[in-house]
């Protein structure tokens, strides 16, 4: 098992029913450069909401994990409040806007995840019939930046 950032050990201390879990820790995004994006997003308060494939897993609702940036660096720890399962481009207008990405449109919402899936799934005819997770979060730590 991979040690915990501080940034995991600073939440459970501070949230000691917590102290059981083991957390997921990973980035957002395929690229460096995405995932320094899209954490500033998260950090700045604008991305409240993240997709992927079924196939990644899906979350319980009030999981918590830890947010990478590009460099792998935790930049903050984040709960699940809220997960649906569909097909992708089952996406509407409030998840779009949520997930902060681009104009928050649902047209630009669907042209970008079309294109992160592709990338993650080559193989995939039909990427808008991809299952997929739709969840929502909350930043929960450190403090300075949480909901």
Do not use: N, Y
Not at 92 to 112: H, I, K, M, N, Q
Not at 127 to 138: I, K, L, Q, S, W
């Amino acid at each position: 098992m991979t040690e915990l950032p501080r940034l995991w050990h600073e939440f459970v201390a501070a949230h000691p029913e917590c102290a059981a879990e083991q957390p997921e820790v990973e980035p957002f995004g395929d690229s460096r450069e995405m995932a320094d994006e899209l954490a500033r997003l998260v950090l700045d308060g604008t991305k409240r909401a993240t997709a992927s494939p079924v196939v990644e897993g899906v979350p319980p609702s009030d999981a918590h994990w830890v947010l990478l940036d590009g460099r792998g660096e935790a930049v903050a720890v984040v709960e699940t409040t809220e997960i649906r399962l569909g097909r992708l481009d089952s996406v509407d207008a409030s998840f779009a806007w949520d997930e902060g990405e681009g104009d928050r449109t649902r047209d630009w919402w669907l042209d970008a995840h079309r294109g992160f899936f592709r990338r993650r799934h080559p193989d995939e005819a039909d990427v808008d019939a991809m299952p997929t997770v739709f969840e929502r979060f909350r930043v929960v730590w450190p403090p300075e930046v949480a909901d």
